[in-house]
């Protein structure tokens, strides 16, 4: 796993080492191990190595032995010695024992299409002389990051916005339309980024550039879900069988490398059953890796401990110590700067400590249970979705009516006010409309809103005037590839472009990859990803068991949980953390009426009355309460 940087000029002019020398400095937390350059014809290539395989040989750039191809390479492939005895087999003789090497010899034999036969997480780049062509790609889901400037002349690439920056030839100015989709998606919708003129190269596609041209871009892979009612099979015992192949090849050919390998250990049943699998593969001891908070409400550490003794593997736990508003502050900025993206729940902050903990311990690989929600419709929003549905009658076409539906059947769920919502969003012209916009109706719509009513108060122009174009990145192409689908498959699509890698994934390399360390995600392998997508809904959420097939697969061979393993989100108490006690000094920097004033992008008062709300804040009266805090406290943490 490594950081990788470039620049391309389409002029002809030769690229500026010194400048990538800066951009790969920028990057030196995802590899820790080495960092090279090298410059040919009107590209500057970078890289930053964090080492795994072949720790000794396998150092970047990498050339073939006639020097036409080089090749930058972050990631891991995982079935890259299968695909070296087939290269073997063709008469490739081999310098090194990586897959870097593994990656650009199939490339120099089969240019894009090598793409088809990679198993694993990646982005890499090939430059080819005497052409000065450039090729990227970037894996099918996105679990490895690529961005990039183009300015007409000018390509500019690498694993983090922050290393485009470095380079002085792209301006570090925040896009007003990224700000407003944090309120309602908690991501920047993909393939855009915070940052103006930078974006995302797609998960799933390649790019290509030569002298005098522009940047092409091509999808190589889509996920595909039948469409409803053509399922290979109903039987569960079909899916059952199916399933468990893979999951259990793709958790066993993640334990490629050199180095020890860890996992996290949450209360949940992923982790579990990825911890679960990787001491079912993996020849040496496992050793696991824990959160653990103070209060009761947040902490999962006491199940997770248990769980690793009757798993047998070693548990490590790092402690979220009570601590001053002037260190949580602290832990935000060097959190925002690595996610480079803002904070609504705060608990990136336990997660960046979790890397730290796994770094300390001389550990630079780990597995995740990331995905596993995304795949196999793990949220609440899922469920509730269904519900919906249910109380959604036909005859039933008065608010009203609606309301009392949704409080018989979501009443024990939310407070009357949030039900009041829901009867008001679901209105059927209100619906229909939503559902032309998408193509269907997204079963994450509901929460994207939630927090709309404080937004007109909060916000200053130009965020203001930028509503209408929320829920239009959104939509924009997805009818025509949704249609036909399972209202479920329509929303797991639809989560598999937008959330999936432009918060989860995000995420997951983010956080780990700040303090130098490779998290792997199993559920990600995107043959287990594309045997999901045929799976029948109902055998991933079951009436309102979520993950319906997992649960079904593993919980007889877990060890007992006390709520046997019943989703429940993971969160930080942010209330406390920043907003009570004796923070406001410290967040007169960020949020005085000056500062605000400064950004031009919220109204100070309306900052000030909530800051006051919540510093005055005790515990909720009642649900009502608890639901306003939860969000006022969502806002807050934003706009810090």
């Not at 951009?23 to 590209?43: I, K, N, S």
């Not at 430059?127 to 679990?143: K, M, S, V, W, Y």
């Not at 790092?318 to 260190?327: F, H, I, K, L, M």
């Amino acid at each position: 796993m490594c950081g990788i940087a470039f620049i391309y000029h389409v002029d002809g002019r030769p690229a500026e080492r010194a400048r990538v020398r800066r951009m790969v400095r920028a990057l030196e937390h995802r590899g820790p191990d080495q960092r090279r350059t090298l410059e040919r014809g009107c590209a500057a290539l970078g890289h930053a190595r964090l080492s795994i395989v072949d720790v000794e040989g396998g150092g970047q750039p990498m050339s073939t032995p006639d020097g036409r191809l080089v090749v930058l390479f972050n990631g891991e492939i995982y079935n890259y010695r299968e695909l070296r005895e087939e290269l073997s087999r063709d008469g490739v003789t081999f310098a090194t024992r990586s897959d870097t090497e593994v990656v650009l010899r199939l490339f120099e034999r089969d240019g894009a299409d090598c793409l088809e036969k990679l198993r694993g997480m990646f982005v890499f780049l090939v430059h080819e002389q005497p052409t000065d062509r450039l090729f990227l790609a970037r894996d099918r889901l996105g679990i490895k990051p690529l961005f990039y400037h183009w300015s007409g002349t000018t390509l500019v690439g690498a694993s983090e916005a922050k290393a485009l920056f470095a380079s002085g030839l792209v301006e570090p100015k925040l896009d007003v339309r990224a700000v407003r989709d944090y309120f309602h998606y908690q991501f920047a919708v993909p393939p855009w980024t915070p940052f103006e003129s930078v974006v995302e190269l797609p998960p799933g596609h390649w790019l290509a550039i030569e002298p005098g041209a522009e940047p092409r871009i091509r999808q190589y892979w889509d996920l595909r879900f039948p469409r409803d009612g053509e399922y290979e099979s109903l039987d569960p015992t079909f899916w059952l069988e199916r399933f468990d192949d893979t999951l259990d090849a793709a958790a066993a050919c993640h334990t490629i490398g050199e180095v020890p390998i860890g996992a996290y250990l949450s209360a949940g049943i992923d982790s579990t059953t990825t911890t679960f699998l990787l001491k079912r593969h993996y020849p040496d001891a496992v050793k696991t890796f824990t959160i653990g908070f103070p209060s009761a409400l947040y902490d999962e550490s006491r199940i997770a401990r248990r769980t690793a003794r009757e798993l047998e593997v070693e548990n490590l736990v790092t402690q979220q110590a009570e601590s001053g508003p002037e260190d949580r502050l602290r832990q935000l900025r060097e959190c925002v700067y690595h996610l480079e993206q803002p904070q609504r729940m705060a608990v990136d902050l336990s997660l960046l400590s979790l890397s730290s903990l796994v770094r300390e311990q001389g550990y630079k690989v780990v597995y995740t249970g990331d995905g596993a929600d995304e795949i196999l419709a793990g949220y609440s929003c899922f469920r509730e979705d269904a519900l919906r549905r249910q109380a959604d009658e036909p005859e039933i076409d008065d608010e009203s009516g609606r309301l009392a539906s949704y409080r018989r059947l979501l009443g024990d769920r939310y407070p009357d006010g949030h039900l009041r919502l829901l009867a008001a969003l679901h209105a059927r012209k209100r619906r229909q409309q939503t559902t032309r916009r998408f193509g269907c109706y997204p079963a994450w719509y509901d929460t994207w809103h939630l927090l709309d009513s404080l937004l007109e108060p909060l916000l200053a122009e130009p965020l203001a005037s930028v509503g209408a174009e929320v829920d239009g990145r959104v939509a924009a192409g997805l009818e025509s590839r949704v249609e036909g689908l399972h209202p479920l498959n329509q929303s797991l699509y639809l989560e598999a472009k937008t959330r999936l890698p432009g918060f989860i994934l995000w995420k997951t390399d983010r956080l780990s990859m700040a303090h130098g360390v490779e998290a792997r995600v199993p559920f990600m392998d995107h043959q287990l990803v594309e045997l999901a997508a045929r799976v029948p809904p109902s055998l991933k959420l079951n009436g309102e068991e979520e993950k319906y097939l997992l649960r079904t697969l593993m919980l007889p061979r877990l060890p007992k949980h006390p709520s046997a393993f019943k989703k429940r989100p993971f969160s930080a108490p942010i209330r406390e953390w920043f907003f009570q006690g004796d923070c406001s000094t410290a967040l007169e920097p960020y949020l005085s009426a000056e500062a605000l004033d400064r950004s031009g992008l919220f109204r100070p008062a309306t900052v000030a009355a909530h800051l006051e709300r919540l510093a005055a804040a005790g515990p909720p009266a009642d649900q009502e309460e608890f639901d306003l805090l939860l969000r006022l406290e969502q806002v807050m943490l934003i706009v810090l």
